[in-house]
T-cell receptor, first 115, second 112 residues
């Protein structure tokens, strides 16, 4: 149980285009999902907390107009990187919180490369 | 705010040998503590967690961790390492706001 999927697993796009990443909890409902960014050989950096039916809460320094988050249902959250630039290239990981003991389950990640 | 320190950036261990990864946390109250493992290019898999009760926690893949309040530590151990245990290991602490703070991670290399 507690499986989280992400799609796509890998995406290459041109600079200036927008990319949407989906995060789904497959076998449980998640009122809260999280979006992280991970640079090579580094730890996870929390970007934003996504709550179903409400606006996402962004961490300090994260541009909310650049990283649009939508949590339309209890099993789906999306992250859209708008007008992507090469510096946005990174590994993006989502997680979903089960509501029990504050445990988060992570998706497999999405590798974004902006050319 | 809570924080986590993983003092060891990289550990190399022989297959079959024991492994211990250190984790120290800073938090004013009793924390929720987690160990996650990440294989290259993959997401994080939960190994085990401490919420309350017994301070020795058993996890998946033969891992265990011990919560020591007096030392603010939550070290991860495995008696006998397998080559498949080569990965990045993250310790994390949660407060009551559902956010996790991660350590910098420890890379484990297993030599034959």
């Amino acid at each position: 149980g507690a499986v989280v999927s992400q799609h796509p697993s890998r995406v290459i796009c041109k600079s200036g285009t927008s990319v949407k990443i989906e995060c789904r909890s497959l076998d449980f409902q998640a009122t809260t999902m999280f979006w992280y960014r991970q640079f090579p050989k580094q730890s996870l950096m929390l970007m934003a907390t996504s709550n179903e039916g409400s606006k996402a809460t962004y961490e300090q320094g994260v541009e909310k107009d650049k990283f649009l988050i939508n949590h339309a249902s209890l099993t789906l959250s999306t992250l859209t990187v708008t007008s992507a630039h090469p510096e946005d290239s990174s590994f993006y990981i989502c997680s979903a919180e089960t509501g029990y003991q504050e445990t988060q389950y992570f998706g497999p990640g999405t590798r974004l490369l902006v050319l | 705010a809570q924080s986590v320190t993983q003092p060891d950036i990289h550990i190399t261990v022989s297959e079959g040998a024991s492994l211990e990864l250190r984790c120290n946390y800073s938090y004013g109250a009793t924390p929720y503590l987690f160990w996650y493992v990440q294989s290259p290019g993959q997401g994080l898999q939960l190994l085990l967690k401490y919420f309350s009760g017994d301070t020795l926690v058993q996890g998946i893949k033969g891992f265990e961790a011990e919560f020591k309040r007096s030392q603010s530590s939550f070290n991860l151990r495995k008696p006998s390492v397998h080559w498949s245990d080569a990965a990045e290991y993250f310790c994390a602490v949660g407060a009551n706001d559902y956010k996790l703070s991660f350590g910098a991670g420890t890379t484990v290399t297993v030599r034959a």
